[in-house]
């Protein structure tokens, strides 16, 4: 199962996210690897350059989310800087968290 959520890597929310909307109103941490999938399906036009200033973040580190999200099956690299949903892959990864849920899992 692919983790969106790790949380070995779950830090402190930085304010800019909850401002842009990125996080519920009642969870106060998110990851760098959560906003960038998050703002991304919401507008998938957005490549890694895009991203870092949408979310006011370093280069380097929403790259390496973007290759990481790759990597776990989630986007698909089309080219240099685009980036699409993996829809099948989120689709049967919510299904794997989904019954990990309930069956007492996280």
């Not at 800087?81 to 069956?103: K, T, V, W």
Request: aromatic residues 8%.
């Amino acid at each position: 199962m692919i983790n969106l959520i790790s949380p070995a890597t779950k830090s402190k929310v930085n304010k800019k996210f909850v401002e842009l909307g990125y996080v519920p109103k009642m969870i106060e941490e998110y990851t760098l690897r959560e906003a960038v999938f998050r703002a991304f399906m919401e507008n998938p036009s957005l490549g890694p350059k895009e991203m870092t200033s949408h979310l006011k973040a370093k280069y380097n580190s929403v790259k390496a989310v973007f290759a990481k999200l790759c990597e776990d099956g989630l986007l698909k690299r089309e080219g240099r800087g685009n980036y699409s949903p993996n829809i099948s892959m989120i689709l049967l990864h919510l299904l794997d968290r989904i019954e990990a849920l309930e069956n007492g899992g996280k």
